[in-house]
């Protein structure tokens, strides 16, 4: 016990006379430019995060300012609001749905175009200048396509007797969903499928020659091989996907306003109504927005252990 005493001792000592002048400048002088980072986080992270709450407990109006605590009539009427449980479930299926489309399609081009030849070089230009073009932009752009006026949409889909004719193909729910996914799906199926093929191309090509000489066939390779080497890609575009899908706004303001009768009202457009529109409500708003905020740091934190723990089990 003494030698042990007698070593940490030392090894205490040494520590403090590594602790030079020239040393102590280095650290300062390290935290010194890691300054304005920190007031970056503090003022774009902390302090609207702490805003966010203050105004959630408030009773706190758009015109008339803040009017006092008022916790928890906020949350309790956000609860008790006639929209807030179908824009839940909507939402959910946006994300589901967009989810899979995206990373299905994505994961497909990129096996597609993997391979660094003219034509794929070609393709991967074509895939990826969708995602050029803002989202709101490409929202209006598929609003002229699905107006009966002036976009071909609906007579296309009126021929195949899909809608009827003369109607619009947002003027219901489902097909209002379908149209808003494929909005979607034309903008970043690009940009998920660069995301793949960065992961892809970072499988090294000798697990792929040592799995072809013991006998295995193409679909256990993908089985085997690229699924599992490529996982910490697919939860990365997994925790992107969902995150867009959750906080979706854009599309879904231009392209139907939550209509036809409120079916596409998403739980951030529920927000915007809060804020501006119905309730001219900052309170509820912003305690609907933590809400959202909380949600989604469990969602992504799931996501995000269940990958660890798959990594830790092997």
């Given at each position: 016990?003494?030698?042990?005493?007698t070593?940490?001792?030392?090894?205490?000592?040494?520590?403090?006379?590594?602790?030079?002048?020239?040393?102590?400048?280095?650290?300062?002088?390290?935290?010194?430019?890691?300054?304005?980072?920190?007031?970056?986080?503090?003022?774009?992270?902390?302090?609207?995060?702490?805003?966010?709450?203050?105004?959630?407990c408030?009773r706190?109006?758009?015109?008339g300012?803040?009017?006092?605590?008022?916790?928890?009539?906020?949350?309790?009427?956000?609860?008790?609001?006639k929209?807030?449980?179908?824009?839940?479930?909507?939402?959910?299926?946006?994300?589901?749905?967009a989810?899979?489309?995206?990373?299905?399609?994505g994961?497909?081009?990129?096996?597609?175009?993997?391979?660094?030849?003219?034509?794929?070089?070609?393709?991967?230009?074509?895939?990826?200048?969708?995602?050029?073009?803002?989202?709101?932009?490409?929202?209006?752009?598929?609003?002229?396509?699905?107006?009966?006026?002036?976009?071909?949409?609906?007579?296309?889909?009126?021929?195949?007797?899909?809608?009827?004719?003369?109607?619009?193909?947002?003027?219901?729910g489902?097909?209002?969903?379908?149209?808003?996914?494929?909005?979607?799906?034309?903008?970043?199926?690009?940009?998920?499928m660069?995301?793949?093929?960065?992961?892809l191309?970072?499988?090294?090509?000798?697990v792929?020659?040592?799995?072809?000489?013991?006998?295995?066939?193409?679909?256990?390779?993908?089985?085997?091989?690229?699924?599992?080497?490529?996982?910490?890609?697919?939860v990365?575009?997994?925790?992107?996907?969902?995150t867009?899908?959750?906080?979706?706004f854009?599309?879904?303001?231009?392209?139907?306003?939550?209509?036809?009768?409120?079916?596409?009202?998403?739980?951030?457009?529920?927000?915007?109504?809060f804020?501006?529109?119905s309730k001219k409500?900052?309170?509820?708003?912003?305690?609907l927005?933590?809400?959202?905020?909380?949600?989604?740091?469990?969602?992504?934190?799931?996501?995000?252990?269940?990958?660890?723990?798959?990594?830790?089990?092997?």
């Amino acid at each position: 016990m003494s030698q042990q005493a007698t070593a940490s001792a030392g090894a205490a000592k040494s520590k403090r006379k590594r602790l030079t002048p020239a040393t102590i400048a280095e650290y300062r002088r390290g935290w010194l430019y890691s300054l304005p980072d920190w007031a970056m986080i503090l003022l774009l992270f902390v302090v609207p995060i702490i805003l966010l709450v203050y105004m959630a407990c408030s009773r706190w109006s758009l015109m008339g300012g803040n009017r006092g605590l008022n916790f928890p009539d906020n949350f309790i009427e956000v609860f008790s609001h006639k929209l807030f449980g179908q824009s839940i479930l909507f939402t959910v299926e946006y994300t589901v749905i967009a989810t899979v489309i995206l990373l299905a399609l994505g994961l497909g081009l990129a096996l597609i175009v993997q391979e660094s030849t003219r034509f794929n070089k070609f393709l991967r230009t074509c895939f990826l200048l969708p995602a050029a073009t803002g989202l709101a932009s490409a929202s209006l752009l598929f609003y002229a396509l699905y107006s009966p006026q002036v976009g071909p949409m609906s007579d296309i889909l009126s021929f195949f007797g899909l809608i009827e004719d003369g109607s619009s193909v947002l003027a219901t729910g489902q097909s209002a969903l379908w149209a808003t996914v494929l909005v979607i799906v034309w903008r970043f199926s690009g940009y998920y499928m660069l995301l793949m093929m960065i992961g892809l191309q970072a499988i090294p090509d000798e697990v792929y020659e040592a799995a072809r000489m013991d006998g295995a066939g193409p679909w256990k390779i993908f089985r085997s091989i690229t699924l599992p080497l490529l996982k910490p890609t697919i939860v990365m575009c997994l925790v992107y996907c969902i995150t867009g899908s959750i906080l979706a706004f854009d599309q879904f303001f231009i392209l139907t306003k939550g209509g036809p009768n409120n079916s596409t009202m998403t739980i951030v457009q529920l927000i915007y109504n809060f804020a501006f529109d119905s309730k001219k409500d900052l309170g509820m708003a912003s305690a609907l927005s933590l809400i959202v905020l909380v949600a989604l740091f469990i969602i992504n934190s799931v996501t995000m252990r269940g990958m660890t723990a798959d990594e830790d089990d092997k």
